[in-house]
């Protein structure tokens, strides 16, 4: 994919499932006992998991992982020996591991590690404030719609796209996540318009000013 239009509503829903909700469970079936044994492992599977499920007792594990310290990650152009290599998978497994807790925590209702991603909105890292977007509606809390909602009047874009596509405008970004945040408002304008795809910048600046009384953080 070379281009993002903005009014493409193809393109709209190729790029969605990476601004999603709806994530891979393989662990679902495991007991929580063991979740919380593989997450001390740094297995990115299990802490999702716990995250899914709002598993309550896993909060003091979770925050133990969010709280590592991150890790710089250094990869040399010319060949790497095995040992670097191990090291190096290591380091992406545990930054992975680190960024997942904080993800699960905000799931769980822990609103401070919420407010980091919110936060990141507004951050003047460019590439940090385009994964924000996509994090928040990972974590599907619709709390964070005020704060998508003003950046559909955004039509910058961040330095490079982390997710393999070209760049990325963020109002069609912020489109992605009130689109999985609150499906059934985008599916009402959507039928509104016959169809044809948009951003629907007004009409979700319409929704909101009926509707933002519902989605404060406390």
């Known amino acids: 994919?070379?281009?993002?239009?903005?009014?493409?509503?193809?393109?709209?829903?190729?790029?969605?499932?990476?601004?999603?909700?709806?994530?891979?469970?393989?662990?679902?079936?495991?007991?929580?006992?063991?979740?919380?044994?593989?997450?001390?492992?740094?297995?990115?599977?299990?802490?999702?998991?716990?995250?899914?499920?709002?598993?309550?007792?896993?909060?003091?594990?979770?925050?133990?992982?969010?709280?590592?310290?991150d890790v710089e990650i250094q990869i040399s152009t010319g060949y790497i020996r095995s040992t670097e290599r191990r090291e190096i998978r290591k380091k992406e497994m545990r930054r992975s591991s680190r960024m997942e807790a904080r993800i699960a925590l905000a799931r769980i209702g822990e609103t401070g590690y919420l407010e980091e991603f919110i936060i990141g909105l507004s951050s003047s890292n460019l590439n940090w404030k385009s994964e924000c977007i996509r994090r928040l509606a990972e974590i599907g809390d619709k709390r964070a719609v005020a704060h998508l909602i003003p950046i559909l009047d955004d039509d910058s874009a961040p330095p490079s796209e982390a997710f393999g596509h070209d760049k990325m405008v963020f109002s069609f970004q912020a489109a992605l996540g009130l689109k999985v945040l609150l499906p059934d408002v985008h599916a009402g304008f959507v039928v509104k318009h016959n169809g044809r795809g948009k951003l629907f910048r007004d009409d979700w600046k319409n929704w909101w000013s009926l509707n933002k009384d519902k989605f404060q953080i406390k």
């Open 1 to 69: 994919m070379r281009r993002v239009l903005l009014g493409s509503f193809s393109v709209l829903v190729l790029i969605g499932n990476l601004y999603s909700a709806d994530v891979e469970r393989p662990f679902r079936s495991m007991k929580s006992a063991d979740l919380l044994v593989k997450s001390r492992q740094h297995s990115v599977k299990a802490i999702r998991e716990l995250g899914m499920r709002k598993d309550k007792s896993a909060i003091g594990v979770l925050k133990n992982l969010a709280s590592e310290p």
